[in-house]
């Protein structure tokens, strides 16, 4: 019998940072979130997020689908990490990536510090 799921109950941050560096697909699997500052993590990590089509990962920060797959059903779920799998990882991991640099910290430094050159 193959071992293909482990799972790690409260691991440790650098468990979680060594387990993200391995990864190609992140699978999420809560629907309406509000945010879900995750999904940009796991992006910045290379990892390329598979999300509801509901919420805001899928609104603002996967763009609808510019920056990772959404799903409505079991079935656009397993397709989605499949093509990953196969030959999409290459061209969505690349821009994932580029995405989540706009939720950095710099990035919102940033932002504040050329609106704030705007009101003066």
Known sequence: MSHN????INPSIAEVYRVLGRSKVFLH?????????????VMAAGA???????????????????????YSSSEELIK???YLLS???????KVAISKAYYFSVNEYINRLC?????VD
């Open 48 to 70: 390329v997020p598979v999300v509801p089509r509901s919420g805001a990962p899928w609104h603002d920060i996967i763009e609808y689908g510019k920056y990772g797959i959404g």
């Open 87 to 93: 030959d999409g990882y290459d061209k969505y991991s």
């Open 114 to 118: 050329e609106m704030t050159k705007t």
């Open 5 to 8: 799921v482990t799972f790690i």
């Open 29 to 41: 699997f809560r629907e309406r979130e509000l945010f879900g500052i995750v999904i940009a993590e």
């Open 80 to 82: 989605a990490v499949k």
